[in-house]
């Protein structure tokens, strides 16, 4: 058998391959050589035949009958073989396969061989690839290494270590003694690698970062010596010492300095010194800026050194840097909640970035714009925001019309700009708008009481011009329908009302109907407006002969609506117009943003960031009737909706204490129970227009030194009554009044009697069940009057 | 951390791909169609960030390679352009004025280099003179083994 070709050699000979086809052919014919290579177990060429085999697998071919090949390769003794044998392991294996496990005791053996060179490639590619049975067969062995002298291996092993806490995280514990004395090192590629374990252990154990947070002052050292140092020829990037080193070393500060006074007190001057000295020309002191900027906006920093981050990242939006300029939004973006009054000073910068060029810009910049509007600046921001919908790329259109509906929603100044906002975005970006836009702006029309001629009067101008976007017709269809009459009766007081028949609106629905480019949602929509129109026109004949023809269509939907409303002519006419009458105001749903729904007029901050109340979730209530029993009554009838809470138990701490601002309402809150260290507290609300229907909150506090854990909240009122239970924030009350677990109660009170309640709480505290039930009377007259 | 390292060329055809988390196969080739798409599509003058997914990517071309590096969102994505350039230089010195051929007939050499300067999806080696030692040395030991197959030539002065 001749000896198989070189590597160069067969690269050389695929290159010249003209088609896909005559290249395949190659690699099979090549494939077939080495596999019978393979079989014949040839030791000599085995390397050359597994170079080639990783060629071809780097071109897209399968190469797993290689993969046993690179194993022999491993255990060979020679150094060639085992550095092709490692490459492939790294490239053909990984945990997936049973074989990886084979490689453990080579890599064993190899992680003590004599030769360093041979231990480095054995650190290398179990902290590449290294699977979790592997990590932990082998974590003692790299521990041995993390403490050598050598730090040609020293440096390997601790990334290596890094790699096996993130597959093995318990084994994190086991290399904490080596980390003793890593930072006092002078190798920089140690000091790195030390670094990076560090950061690595702080973020995943608090533990952890306690026992870590004294090596702040030595950090700072580090960092102070790399700027103050003169050059160093081995380190040195355009002028800077060791940036990777420093930008390493900076993050790990942001970690320790996080929400502890001290830690971020002892590294407020290397920070400042950072910020103020870093040569700014090329890239890497940009890269180091924004390290350090990230750094103090993390921190607790003093105010003076947040002001100067930024005005950095001011200056970045400023750079001719295209990726200065990108990575100062994302920054901003990050800031602008917490700081937000520093960000608006750059808010004609952030909006000028609206029309960059580049798409990466563009779109930081507009999120971050959205971020910054407010009841101040809403009609200027959205100009240019409008000004950016119309001439933006269709990849923006849809995010940036949600971002305007959410914005005008929140803070438009007066009902008509709200509306004519609104028209804009469905005339200019109409077929971008997100589907669940349509029922939310139809809603908010039917609250604009007041500008239903208006708003009827402009849609309909516009879809005289364009019936194409869907969007946009659905809406005017749908307006059209509830108030055709203040169309064709001309009540506009906004504007100059217009003059159109009925006929003419007719066409115009009909048009609907028949055009192609209308979906079938719209010509859905479209058939119920003329169906509506019959009790608001006077020319009910063509309307019944629309309708009769629909009977037959196609469009089973469109069907249905046809034969329903022909019916409703023919059999309960006396019922139409009380059907079709005009819809009633409808109850506000919770928005989609994170923050409260608040009509605002020169508001200058946003409202406060609460948490969205999950919708509820039905279960079966078997508890129901426990509770039933154990009132033993007839006359308690519950329903409840007792829920899981779904959310994970973040122990109500992020969770501001509603008790604090009580002003939604002018409803005291009350003390509905008040035992062993358990309080709850009631605060009320008539947050929505229905006046029968009071909005409860509860908020559970826990005095004791102990948390009181799988806490259940179970209510009951009388039959006159009815009653929702929400999920609840967590089911965690927080020891030492730490935070509040919170719950809502929806309760119906159609006959507006005295509002009374049993409750039932069942929680786990110091090991053992607790159970108890309670009644409240106390409800203050305001919530149920 | 870095999740990928991907080089290829300006018609699409991979020259390197380095992995630092375990994924399949099916995954990997995704990845890697959209990346190129992706990032050939770019205009010229763009910045050389984008956001995929969960990752931020950095990308720079080099005369008819891209580079394309995949990061985790806590990344400085002005760093990792620093690392992709130090990669380059470390090729450079190997190689001696390295084009895309060198690293074509020699990517196994290409991932040799790499794995002395990252190792899971981390800097390994801040300075350039250890790392060009170590291949150095790594290339002679294979001299010694006077391996049948491995021509061994040493590059840079």
């Known amino acids: 058998m001749p000896a198989p070709i070189r590597l160069r050699e067969l690269i050389r000979t695929i290159r010249t391959a003209r088609t896909q086809a005559e290249e395949r052919e190659m690699i099979q014919k090549e494939c077939a050589a080495i596999r019978s290579s393979f079989r014949e177990e040839d030791n000599t060429y085995r390397c050359r035949n597994v170079a080639k085999l990783l060629y071809m697998h780097m071109l897209g071919y399968p190469a797993h009958f290689g993969q046993l090949e690179c194993l022999k390769l491993i255990a060979s003794q020679k150094f060639t073989d085992k550095r092709i044998g490692y490459l492939g392991a790294m490239l053909l294996l990984d945990e997936r396969q049973d074989v990886h496990l084979l490689m453990t005791n080579c890599i064993k053996n190899d992680l003590n061989h004599s030769t360093q060179y041979v231990q480095g490639l054995a650190l290398c590619t179990l902290g590449c690839m290294g699977s979790s049975e592997m990590c932990r067969d082998l974590a003692g062995e790299v521990e041995k290494l993390l403490k050598t002298s050598n730090s040609y291996l020293r440096k390997k092993a601790a990334l290596c270590a890094v790699h096996v806490i993130r597959k093995v995280p318990e084994l994190m514990e086991m290399f904490l003694p080596a980390t003793k004395n890593l930072l006092s090192e002078k190798n920089h590629g140690v000091l790195h690698t030390s670094v990076v374990l560090l950061t690595e252990m702080c973020e995943r154990s608090p533990d952890m970062l306690a026992h870590f947070r004294k090596l702040v002052p030595q950090l700072v050292r580090i960092l102070k010596n790399l700027i103050m140092s003169g050059y160093s020829p081995e380190h040195d990037v355009s002028g800077i010492s060791d940036p990777f080193l420093q930008v390493r070393i900076l993050r790990l500060l942001r970690i320790l300095g996080k929400n502890d006074d001290d830690s971020s007190e002892a590294m407020n001057d290397i920070l400042a010194q950072v910020a103020t000295n870093t040569e700014t020309s090329k890239n890497v002191g940009n890269a180091i800026l924004y390290e350090t900027v990230l750094t103090i906006m993390d921190i607790k920093s003093e105010s003076g050194l947040r002001v100067l981050a930024i005005n950095i990242l001011g200056r970045f939006l400023l750079n001719n840097d295209k990726n200065i300029r990108y990575v100062a939004l994302t920054s901003l973006l990050k800031t602008v909640q917490t700081d937000h009054n520093a960000v608006q000073r750059h808010r004609s910068t952030i909006v000028d970035c609206l029309k960059d060029l580049d798409v990466s810009i563009k779109r930081r910049a507009m999120e971050l714009s959205f971020a910054l509007v407010n009841g101040n600046n809403i009609r200027g921001m959205m100009k240019e925001l409008l000004y950016f919908l119309d001439s933006c790329d269709p990849e923006f259109k849809a995010d940036c019309a949600s971002g305007v509906f959410l914005a005008a929603e929140k803070y438009a100044p007066s009902k008509r700009w709200h509306i004519d906002t609104i028209m804009r975005v469905l005339t200019t970006a109409g077929s971008y708008v997100r589907d669940d836009s349509v029922p939310n702006l139809i809603q908010l029309i039917t609250n604009s009481v007041e500008m239903h001629a208006y708003t009827v009067q402009r849609l309909y101008k516009a879809l005289l011009d364009d019936i194409s976007q869907q969007p946009l017709v659905q809406v005017a269809s749908w307006c059209i329908g509830e108030y055709g009459d203040l169309l064709v009766s001309g009540q506009c007081e906004e504007e100059e009302p217009i003059q159109v028949t009925e006929d003419e609106v007719l066409d115009v629905l009909e048009g609907l109907l028949v055009s192609n480019l209308s979906t079938p949602v719209t010509r859905g929509y479209a058939l119920t407006a003329i169906m509506k129109l019959s009790t608001r026109f006077s020319s009910v004949n063509r309307i019944k002969k629309v309708v009769s023809i629909y009977g037959s269509s196609i469009d089973v939907e469109l069907q249905q609506r046809a034969v329903e409303y022909n019916a409703l002519f023919k059999k309960y006419d006396h019922m139409r117009s009380a059907l079709l009458e005009r819809m009633p105001i409808m109850e506000k749903t919770a928005s989609n943003g994170p923050t409260e729904i608040v009509q605002t007029n020169g508001e200058t901050e946003p409202s406060v960031v609460e948490p969205k109340h999950p919708p509820p979730v039905t279960q079966p209530t078997n508890q129901a009737t426990d509770l039933l029993d154990l009132l033993g009554g007839n006359d308690m009838v519950s329903v409840i909706q007792t829920t899981v809470p779904t959310k994970p138990a973040s122990a109500g701490g992020e969770l501001l204490d509603l008790l604090g601002d009580l002003s939604l309402s002018g409803i005291p809150p009350i003390t509905a129970y008040n035992k062993n260290g358990l309080k709850i507290d009631f605060t009320f609300e008539r947050a929505n227009p229905n006046p029968n229907i009071a909005v409860i909150t509860i908020h559970a506090s826990n005095s004791t030194e102990t948390d009181m854990t799988d806490f259940v909240f179970q209510a009951a009122v009388p039959k006159t009554f009815q009653l929702q239970l929400l999920s609840p924030s967590s089911n965690v009350v927080p020891a030492l009044n730490q935070g509040t677990v919170t719950q809502v109660i929806r309760v119906l009170n159609p006959q507006k009697q005295q509002l009374r309640m049993r409750i039932k709480l069942t929680y786990t505290h110091r090991g053992s069940a607790v159970q108890d039930l309670a009644e409240v009377n106390n409800f203050p007259p305001q919530s149920w009057q | ?157």
Request: net charge negative.
């Open chain 2, 1 to 157: 951390m870095m999740r990928f390292l991907l080089l290829f060329s300006r018609q699409g055809k991979l020259r390197l791909q380095k992995w630092f988390t375990a994924m399949t196969d099916r995954e990997k080739k995704k990845i890697i169609r959209e990346m190129t798409t992706i990032v050939l599509a770019r205009q010229p003058r763009s910045c050389n960030f984008l956001q995929w997914k969960d990752l931020k990517i950095i990308y720079k071309r080099y005369a008819s390679l891209y580079f394309c590096l995949g990061v985790e969102n806590q990344e400085n994505e002005l760093l990792a352009l620093e690392v992709i350039h130090r990669y380059v230089e470390l090729l450079d010195k190997y190689f001696g004025n390295v084009c895309e051929l060198d690293i074509i007939f020699n990517f196994e050499k290409a991932y040799f280099i790499l794995d002395e300067f990252l190792m899971g999806g981390e800097i390994q080696e801040t300075s350039k003179q250890i790392v060009n030692r170590a291949i150095e040395s790594s290339d002679m030991l294979q001299e010694d083994d006077h391996s049948e197959w491995y021509e061994v030539e040493l590059f840079g002065p």
